[in-house]
């Protein structure tokens, strides 16, 4: 029991920076456009801790390869203190892989599912949260909207692209975590 308390303790405080942290990856591939406040606001927070980063680890296009390195890191470190710092450094490595991963896809899975209650209950238009949601949601749907049509009135893509991310959450991070137990 005071496992399971002290486990989602931990999940919980390391929840926040990487979630700020995955933003700071995925909005410039969306292009969110930075006078957004929520935009400004991830980029305030972690340009001081990316900043020194970017100098020695360049970017890829729009892709900050430093905010990926520093996410995979403290994705690296929630898996070390869940494992009480037990086992050798390339297994907390490769958990921490798995757990970015496990983490993006879970956030992914959760922008979708917004995006979904958004288009039934119409919030306001201009909003930043909408904004950022679609823009994040619809590059996953529309590689589903291509493939797959509507089906009369409704559009499947949403949950195809949920199914798509729920089985890709279960799978990469059990390969990977397989891959440390062998280690």
């Known amino acids: 029991m005071g496992y399971m308390i002290y486990s989602y303790l931990i999940q919980f405080l390391f929840w926040i920076p990487l979630t700020i942290l995955f933003l700071r990856i995925a909005l410039p591939l969306v292009r ?18 990316l900043q020194p980063i970017e100098r020695l680890v360049p970017r890829w296009r729009n892709l900050s390869l430093a905010a990926v390195l520093v996410f995979w890191l403290v994705a690296s470190l929630e898996q070390a203190l869940l494992m009480l710092f037990s086992g050798h450094i390339l297994i907390w490595l490769l958990n921490g892989l798995a ?3 496990s983490f993006a896809l879970g956030f992914m899975i959760v922008v979708i599912f917004v995006w979904v209650l958004f288009t039934f ?30 089906v009369g009135p409704f559009d499947l893509s949403p949950a195809l692209a949920i199914l798509t991310l729920t089985i890709l959450r279960l799978i990469l991070p059990s390969v990977i975590f397989a891959l440390a137990a062998k280690l």
């Open 32 to 49: 969110a456009p930075f006078s957004d406040p929520l935009v400004g606001w991830v980029y305030s927070v972690t340009t001081p801790v």
């Open 99 to 101: 757990g970015a991963i």
């Open 121 to 150: 209950f119409q919030p306001r238009a201009g909003s930043s949260i909408v904004s950022i949601v679609q823009r994040l949601s619809s590059p996953i749907c529309n590689a589903f909207r291509r493939r797959i049509p509507a």
